[in-house]
């Protein structure tokens, strides 16, 4: 009864959830993505905003943006473009400065992360009244398809290797669709140093050292539809340098 009390206030408006989108070259994606979220936002009548953070893509992303938000107004798609590539744990500041919600969903928007998802995120924050909870592909009915053997191989080492070393009391830390408590997530933000791939894994690992709970929800990860993935050679030398940086100082 209670959960179901906490679920009515939110469609009231009681809670608003913030989506920060970050984007570089995801012309052909966003329309997407965007059409999906304001689909399962209206169906569940729950509070919210898209927050479209683009650095600089050469493609048209900001243009296609501002056709979005011509169409469903401006108090539902947000634009915080910066003039470059910045990085991923700035790209939340920045969006999180601009935020009217008092939670925070951060997710890709490349449509590997499914919008349909969400109404299950918050649902699970609810009940659990959790600070944080995160999407995982590595329990439950959670997957991963559209990936070769190469990079589901690389995927389930990095967060085999992860769980050995820093047990952070999560199944999936590589992972970049999460809920956040507005709150909680300024002060992650503040606490973390990493970069790139990396941020995600200590966002995790500094939650549990602060002592905030986290709840997972199973999710499907579904490989990029349009467009080129940008993880490569560096991306993973950069992941290896940032574990054994974590494991050395938590």
Known sequence: MASRKSSDKCKEGADKYSVLLPTYNERENLPLIVWLLVKYFG???????????DDGSPDGTLEIAEQLQKIYGSDKIVLRPRPKKMGLGTAYIHGMQHATGNYIIIMDADLSHHPKFI??????????????????????????????????VISRGANFITQILLRPGASDLTGSFRLYRKEVLQKLVEKCVSKGYVFQMEMIVRARQLGYSIGEVPISFVDRVYGESKLGGNEIVSFVKGLLTLFATT
């Open 43 to 53: 169906e569940t009548g729950y509070n919210y905003e898209v927050i479209v953070i």
């Open 119 to 152: 109404p299950e995120f918050i649902r699970r924050q609810k009940d659990g009244n959790y600070d944080i909870v995160s999407g995982t592909r590595y329990s439950g009915d959670g997957g991963v398809y559209g990936w070769d053997l190469k990079r589901k």
